[in-house]
């Protein structure tokens, strides 16, 4: 199944509520462009493409009520504003905006529907071509290695299909790899706050075979000390044009763990997460979540009770921020859908020269 998909209505919109996994699969239904913005902002859809391709179908649901440009503004203003990090979000509206202001109102509707269609079928067939381009890098690796042990491959976050349309960045190259018989052992970083690595990742490798291990967040360096990893891969919500990569908190700390014990550190994404407007990632806006991600941890009990519990002292404050930036100079390369990179403005423009000037 895919993470989104417009019901048999042909007016409501269908997701899979994430922060339900993986104890439950709940699919829940978009009636308004107000339920669009609240699953992106409460994360019951998360992951840049995901994020756009949402956004899009929340700019649908909302000419549905109102096809006037005043209408389209507003509704694009509102869903700019749930997650400013992912780049995804503003390409995807932009392509909203363009495509809607050419059709007249009556025909507002329709055109919305297509161009949503459109975008999250593309975001299908790019994050399958990543798929193609990484699981050659990991074959590469697992036949450097010598021997019939599987690749270690570490991740951090959740870049699988559940952060895109399907087939995901991150997670891509793996799903391939292992099809083609590759054997891959992966180790799944928890991911905090959210835990979307130990909830989201596990679940999702679990589903299709994959062999995995949940570790927590700070694990990863000592197990490159032990050569227990061959290569990291992950996704990013944001790659600026100087090839710098914004990817959920705690990928920078990986990154440098990787470069000091000579562990290549690739980089999974899809073209439209590329912020071709900035070099640097200090340019990049860092999202700051509620505090309560960090004072909270929800769970399940034995007996099937969803449950949330205080971890720090009352009264203790919390910072939660939500990525950081893993600059070009610790990422061995770039994995996009036209192919792999080096993480540079050069390494870019050579896959995607119509960006030039």
């Not at 990863?220 to 891969?233: A, E, F, K, R, S």
Request: with cysteine; aromatic share 4%.
């Amino acid at each position: 199944m895919r993470t989104i998909w417009l019901a048999r209505d042909g007016r409501t919109v269908e997701i899979i509520d994430q922060t339900q996994l993986p104890h439950e699969l709940v699919i829940a239904r978009l009636k308004t462009v107000a339920d669009a913005a609240c699953a992106i902002s409460t994360m019951q859809v998360r992951g840049a493409p995901l994020i756009g391709a949402t956004a899009c179908y929340g700019v649908a649901l909302a000419v549905a009520e109102d096809p006037s440009d005043a209408g389209l503004e507003a509704a694009i203003s509102q869903l700019a504003a749930t997650r400013p990090t992912a780049v995804n979000l503003r390409w995807a509206l932009s392509q909203m905006r363009r495509a809607l202001r050419e059709a007249p109102e009556r025909r507002r509707l329709a055109a919305a529907l297509h161009q949503a269609g459109d975008i999250a079928e593309a975001d299908v067939a790019i994050n399958r071509a990543i798929g193609e381009h990484g699981a050659s890098v990991i074959a590469e690796a697992w036949r450097r290695k010598g021997d019939e042990r599987p690749l270690n491959v570490l991740t951090h976050c959740n870049a699988g299909w559940l952060a895109t349309v399907d087939h995901g960045t991150a997670l891509a190259p793996v799903y391939r790899a292992y099809d083609d018989g590759v054997p891959i052992h992966v180790w799944v970083d928890e991911t905090r706050p959210r835990n979307q690595g130990a909830s989201l990742t596990a679940w999702e490798l679990g589903q299709h075979g994959v062999t995995h291990t949940v570790i927590v967040d700070n694990a990863g360096g000592h197990l490159m000390t032990q050569g227990l990893v061959d290569l990291c891969i992950v996704g990013t919500d944001r790659t600026t044009a100087g090839g710098d990569v914004a990817n959920k908190i705690g990928t920078y700390l990986k990154a440098l763990a990787a470069r000091d014990n000579d562990v290549p550190f690739y980089v999974a994404l899809p073209s439209p997460t590329i912020d071709w407007q900035i070099e640097s990632g200090a340019e990049i806006p860092i999202e700051r979540r509620h505090e309560r991600e960090v004072t909270h941890i929800e769970g399940w009990t034995e007996e099937g009770r969803r449950v949330a519990v205080r971890l720090t002292p009352q009264g203790s404050p919390a910072a939660n921020y939500a990525f950081d930036v893993t600059p070009a100079r610790l990422v061995t390369a770039l994995i996009t859908e036209r192919g792999i990179c080096p993480a540079s403005r050069e390494g870019l423009l050579a896959l995607f020269p119509e960006r030039a000037g």
